[in-house]
């Protein structure tokens, strides 16, 4: 029997689609397979697909928290002496009424019955400012009505674009300056407002605080800008929502005294305390440390909640006893909680003592057994040493005739801690380890090979130009002498003894010497030529952060931020 011939590849169809896709002539196979046949059909396939976008916009938050949210973080921010520590040591009074004397950390109260919220300034230099950007659920965007506009503001607003935006805020300060004139104060506000929502977006809330008396804002700005904070919705943002990160509220150096005595640049034990926030943290993750490095963690425990929100929520508002605040950093309230104990700090000029002119040992004889309590703390008033120095002069003598052992042991690296002035000693000695590496506090550990600045705080010389760097030493060029960026203008303005950075929103270097308040020829050459080889401030600006959070991001698993400042 014969072998019937295999088919030839490409039957009868195949001849005819190709035939079809040649009539074609575009080169595609089947160029009608992907148009619509009918107006109609094209109509519903596009609201369909509209429509699924829209659904995949609104889809709903998953709230994974099983237990009480974790504080919302509201960011106070702004150039120098705006306003920000009044403005947070005001919003605290009027919820936790305790005012804190001086804004060293973040400060957590309860807001209202469902909410906490935890308070932290902003630190005004660029890595401050990067740290920051990462934990922010809400910013405050302090200006100053009086002076207007400064480049701080709108660097912040680019780094928060490359972070993810959260909810923004404005508030106008300093508006007092116009109390006697009402007419420019009113165009001042609507100037500032148009400017304001053009830079954020159309609608931007901004807020006034028209007057400080006895160094606080007035009390119905405060009481209705603490409101709308209360109430507010702050849409979390995704990534955040699914990585673990906690907003470090207090830190310790527990490394032994020994071995910083050693070597002061030796690798620190520290404990971190914070709200654990976005998602689950696991043990064995690895931590990043925000601008300072990935590092594995000994040891992770839950603590009881130190700021928690009330239990009855059949009220309407909060009792006194409800309105906890939480500041560990803050020297308020005198207490501090640690792993296993809360230590109440009580100054010395508070401590009363009840010494009787009686002699103690007059006093034992006389009353018996029944005061043996008492007396004891008697003789501990008389009490020169601390336990610690009494350790170490005590002395063993375990043989007959033997010489005695001294009791130097290692209690002292532990104890210095409990006492609250020991411990702003040893911070302050940490931090001037740190800023022996290279510079100080937060901004070292920000700028440390994140953005290759190898661990130097970035000037404003930095970013301008040798002969700009020049004449911001110079005094006397400093007044008016306007600087491009990226997308705005400044001007370098000398106010009150420092030098302020003023945003000029003018198109050309006549109008922005006009905004700066000179006329001067020779400045108008210098910044017209400024304008138009336009010095990369913001530009540079951006492109450090793009850096900075290109290299970054993919390590970022687990985030711990410091508070800077
Ligand atoms: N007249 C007036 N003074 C204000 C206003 N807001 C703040 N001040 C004053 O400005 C000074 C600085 O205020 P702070 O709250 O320390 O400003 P800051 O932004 O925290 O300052 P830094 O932390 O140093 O950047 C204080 O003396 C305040 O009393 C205001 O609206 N009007």
């Not at 009608?32 to 709903?60: G, T, V």
């Not at 053009?198 to 409101?227: C, T, W």
């Not at 929502?241 to 005294?257: A, I, L, M, W």
Request: charged share 30%; with cysteine; glycine share 10%.
């Amino acid at each position: 029997m014969a072998a019937k011939p295999h088919r030839k590849k490409g039957g009868k169809k195949g001849g005819k689609k190709s035939a079809k896709g040649g009539k074609g002539g575009d080169g595609r196979r089947n160029p009608k397979a992907f148009i619509h046949q009918s107006s109609r059909k094209a109509r519903i396939q596009q609201s369909r697909s509209s429509e699924k976008e829209q659904r995949k916009l609104h889809a709903p938050l998953l709230d994974r928290s099983t237990d009480e949210p974790p504080p919302q973080v509201v960011l106070v921010q702004g150039p120098p002496k705006v306003g920000k520590s009044t403005l947070i040591k005001c919003l605290v009074r009027h919820y936790a009424r305790q005012t804190p004397p001086v804004v060293g950390g973040p400060i957590t109260v309860v807001a209202s019955k469902k909410r906490r919220i935890t308070f932290v300034e902003c630190p005004h230099d660029l890595n401050g400012m990067i740290d920051a950007a990462k934990f922010a659920d809400l910013v405050l965007l302090l200006i100053d009505g009086n002076f207007g506009f400064e480049m701080e503001t709108f660097e912040f607003l680019n780094i928060l674009q490359v972070h993810g935006f959260p909810k923004v805020m404005g508030v106008l300060t300093h508006l007092d300056a116009f109390q006697n004139d009402a007419k420019k104060l009113r165009k001042t506000k609507k100037q500032l407002k148009s400017r304001f929502s053009a830079e954020i977006y159309e609608g931007a809330k901004l807020f006034y605080l028209n007057g400080i008396r006895y160094g606080k804002y007035l009390h119905h700005e405060i009481r209705n800008l603490a409101r709308f904070i209360s109430v507010m919705k702050l849409r979390p943002l995704s990534w955040r929502t699914t990585h673990p990160y906690v907003v470090v509220d207090r830190f310790e150096d527990v490394t032994p005294q020994e071995n910083v005595n050693e070597d002061a640049k030796c690798g620190r034990d520290v404990l971190l305390y914070g709200f654990l926030r976005g998602y689950n943290l696991r043990r064995e993750a690895r931590v990043h440390v925000a601008g300072v490095g990935d590092f594995s963690m000994e040891e992770l425990d839950g603590l009881i909640d130190p700021c928690p929100l009330p239990d009855t929520i059949k009220k309407r508002g909060l009792n006194e006893k409800e309105r906890i605040i939480y500041a560990p950093m803050n020297d308020i309230g005198g207490f501090m909680y640690d792993k296993d104990a809360v230590y109440v700090d009580i100054p010395d000029w508070k401590v009363q003592y009840s010494k009787s002119n009686r002699s103690i040992a007059g006093e034992v004889g006389s009353q018996g057994q029944d005061r043996v309590g008492e007396d004891m703390v008697r003789v501990l008033q008389g009490t020169q040493k601390t336990v610690d120095e009494k350790l170490n002069e005590s002395r063993v003598q375990v043989f007959k005739g033997g010489s005695g052992l001294s009791g130097e042991i290692e209690t002292s690296g532990k104890l210095h801690f409990v006492n609250g002035d020991n411990r702003n000693i040893e911070q302050g000695k940490d931090e001037s380890d740190l800023s022996e590496e290279g510079g100080e506090g937060s901004e070292v550990s920000s700028s440390s090979g994140d953005d290759g600045t190898d661990g130097k705080q970035p000037s404003d010389k930095e970013f301008l130009s040798d002969d700009e760097a020049d004449s911001s030493d110079d005094d006397s060029g400093l007044d008016g002498a306007a600087e491009a960026s990226g997308s705005q203008q400044f001007c370098l303005v000398k106010d009150s003894g420092r030098v302020r950075r003023k945003v000029v929103f003018a198109n050309n270097g006549r109008d922005a010497e006009q905004d700066c308040g000179t006329q001067s020829n020779e400045d108008d050459e210098t910044s017209s030529s400024d304008a138009s080889e336009g010095v990369p401030f913001c530009l540079m600006l951006v492109s450090r952060i793009l850096s900075f959070s290109s290299s970054h991001k993919m390590a970022l698993n687990s985030i711990v931020c410091f508070e800077a400042g």
